[in-house]
């Protein structure tokens, strides 16, 4: 099948599939890796993760300790004082936007680096590790151990008569 430009038209199938696959496959394999990497990147997000609120008032307590006046901060920042408390305020709520923050942390010769962790202070392997299990034992409690493997041929433990009874 040819399209108005006589190059051959793109229809799904077997091979298609195969390929398509083929890829996901792929994708899978190089999502442990990157969880790795990502694991190792993120600890210390994960531990400051562990307390309740390991960033509260951060940007009123940086400023403090820098030794910034208020005003001095705010003429930086293009805002009046009024609205830099009202902004250290809404940090300290966590209502802050990204962007807001951002801008007072480099008025004050800092930067912003937030993460995304997993809650509980687990790592990402972990997660998926307990999402598993979590599969496997529904499906065990299910007793349709065929759904999580993906397999419809029994275990050889599901196999395995006793001899001596």
């Not at 038209?9 to 899978?28: I, V």
Request: net charge positive; aromatic share 4%.
């Amino acid at each position: 099948m040819s399209g108005r430009d006589g190059k051959e038209a793109l229809r799904p199938g077997k091979e298609f599939r195969a390929g398509a696959e083929r890829e996901a496959t792929m994708r899978a394999k190089e999502r442990e890796p990157a969880r790795m990497r990502l694991d190792h990147e993120l600890r210390y997000y994960r531990l400051a993760g562990r307390e309740k609120r390991p960033t509260q008032q951060l940007l009123r307590r940086v400023r403090q300790v820098l030794g910034l006046r208020s005003a001095d901060l705010a003429r930086e920042v293009g805002v009046n004082r009024s609205v830099l408390f009202r902004l250290e305020d809404s940090e300290a709520r966590g209502t802050i936007s990204l962007n807001a923050m951002t801008r007072v942390a480099q008025a004050m010769g800092c930067k912003v680096v937030y993460a995304v962790t997993p809650r509980n202070g687990l790592t990402l392997q972990e997660m998926v590790e307990r999402k598993k299990w979590t599969k496997v034992l529904a499906a065990e409690e299910a007793g349709d151990l065929k759904e999580v493997s993906g397999n419809s041929e029994p275990k050889a433990a599901d196999s395995i008569q006793c001899t001596g009874c």
